[in-house]
T-cell receptor
Framework: DAKTTQLTSMDCAEGRAANLPCNHS???????VYWYRQIHSQGPQYIIH?????ETNEMASLIITEDRKSSTLILPHATLRDTAVYYC?????WGGGSNYKLTFGKGTLLTVNP | GAGVSQSPSNKVTEKGKDVELRCDPI?????LYWYRQRLGQGLEFLIY????????KSGLPSDRFSAERTGESVSTLTIQRTQQEDSAVYLC???????????FGEGSRLTVL
């Protein structure tokens, strides 16, 4: 169970911001939200993760709602190379201690158009 | 090497044959995952190794599938008596115990004729 719900697909114009939503209404207080992307024929690539606060790195920004039931990944200036499947994942505890597991859902196919 | 290494990159086999897929994780990474990705589909979790804990095998689709890991290093995914529906890319990923960021290999593409 991926614990997340995402759009199947979305389009974005090159140079514009891409905002990818994700619902995780059953998330628990200590579970992080992770985003990965998979460009065609490659292995998935880590983008960003967060718990409660908004996060930003060189690739993207992550906005998490106050109730933590949803989040949005923002690519500020999408390029054609950002066309990929974007996966939103909730990291769940597993096996006790500090062990965790990441389960991928179906993701959102983002197509950036020229 | 610096990244996760998988071999073979491509494997074509006949139905009913056994295959072994190998994953060399990043040195020092205690967690190792195997995923399967069929053409045009998302990632399907297969098995998860974390340190010395018993592995989570809940994603293995049948008893034809098994995996082993030697300590915190190499892992082998074995598929016995392969079927055509086993055709997929098999992805391996590793991570540090608590960081959670997964580093993926390029995958092993399996084609069962």
């Amino acid at each position: 169970d991926a614990k997340t719900t995402q759009l199947t697909s979305m389009d974005c114009a090159e140079g514009r911001a891409a905002n990818l939503p994700c619902n995780h209404s059953t998330i628990s207080g200590n579970e992080y939200v992770y985003w990965y992307r998979q460009i065609h024929s490659q292995g998935p690539q880590y983008i960003i993760h967060g718990l409660k606060n908004n996060e930003t790195n060189e690739m993207a920004s992550l906005i998490i709602t106050e109730d933590r039931k949803s989040s949005t990944l923002i690519l500020p200036h999408a390029t054609l190379r950002d066309t990929a499947v974007y996966y939103c994942i909730v990291r769940v505890p597993w096996g006790g201690g500090s062990n965790y597991k990441l389960t991928f859902g179906k993701g959102t196919l983002l197509t950036v158009n020229p | 090497g610096a990244g996760v290494s998988q071999s073979p990159s491509n494997k074509v086999t006949e139905k009913g044959k056994d295959v072994e897929l190998r994953c060399d994780p990043i040195s020092g990474h205690t967690a190792l995952y195997w995923y399967r990705q069929r053409l045009g589909q998302g990632l399907e979790f297969l098995i998860y190794f974390q340190g010395n804990s018993a592995p989570d095998k809940s994603g293995l689709p049948s008893d034809r599938f098994s995996a082993e890991r030697t300590g915190e290093s190499v892992s082998t995914l074995t598929i016995q008596r392969t079927q055509q529906e086993d055709s997929a890319v098999y992805l391996c990923a590793s991570s540090l115990e608590v960081a959670g960021e997964l580093f993926f290999g390029e995958g092993s593409r399996l084609t069962v004729l």
